[in-house]
């Protein structure tokens, strides 16, 4: 069965600064992974999403994440936070032969940016 | 284009009563998710179905938790007699197809409070 750790409950970074979230998984065979940021009382917004090709991921409002296989993380970046950054990030992976909608996700890292 | 609509956002009811929530996808969507995300944690998929017929439903209560989705479009998740635990956020979410772009669009959720 496919699970996702997110070790961080909080990640604290003052606006301007590099954020990383980070993600790591665990599932047969090749992973399909994905971000989603949770604002309040919002739904989840699809971030990036990998399924195969460049390992380097480019995203919505300038973030990106790394898929690296051999250490099965797939953490989030970007370069220069903002305070609008400031929401709950989940990860979530997808098993090759499980449905689209059955995404296993992590617990959630919440992000404060400060001013 | 219209997100997914949720009603009603906010339900408070007693345990043993019944509780029914409503979804309405994108436009042109045919397949239709609902998750469940109890505080703290990332969303659980409860069903999927794929216009009116149901993909995946082995992580829903069947005892207490029903949904149906008549003529591929809205959808209804009923929860009868609802228990403590049930208290969660119940998000619909929609996408094009099972193979699309693996990306789910999500509705602000309906927040249950058994008491």
């Known amino acids: 069965a496919q699970s996702v750790a997110q070790p961080e409950d909080q990640v604290n970074v003052a606006e301007g600064n590099p954020l990383t979230v980070k993600c790591t998984y665990s599932?047969?065979?090749?992973?399909?992974l994905f971000w989603y940021v949770q604002y309040p009382n919002r739904g989840l917004q699809f971030l990036l999403k990998y399924i195969t090709g460049d390992n380097l991921v480019k995203g919505s409002y300038g973030f990106e994440a790394e898929f690296n296989k051999s250490q099965t993380s797939f953490h989030l970046k970007k370069p220069s936070a903002l305070v609008s950054d400031s929401a709950l990030y989940f990860c979530a992976v997808r098993g090759q032969t499980d449905s689209w909608g059955k995404l296993q996700f992590g617990a959630g890292t919440q992000v404060v940016v400060t001013p | 284009e219209a997100g997914v609509a949720q009603s009603p956002r906010y339900k408070i009811i007693e345990k043993r009563q019944s509780v029914a929530f409503w979804c309405n996808p994108i436009?042109?969507?045919?397949?239709l998710y609902w998750y469940q995300q109890i505080l703290g944690q990332g969303p659980k998929l409860l069903i999927q179905?794929?216009?009116?017929?149901?993909?995946?439903d082995s992580q829903l209560p069947k005892d207490r938790f029903s949904a149906e989705r008549l003529k591929g479009v809205d959808s209804t998740l009923k929860i009868q007699p609802a228990k403590l635990e049930d208290s969660a956020v119940y998000l619909c979410a929609s996408s094009w197809g099972t193979t699309y772009t693996g990306e789910l669009f999500f509705g602000e959720g309906s927040r249950l409070t058994v008491l």
């Open positions: 436009s042109g969507h045919a397949t």
């Open positions: 599932v047969s065979g090749n992973p399909y």
């Open positions: 179905f794929q216009n009116n017929g149901v993909v995946d």
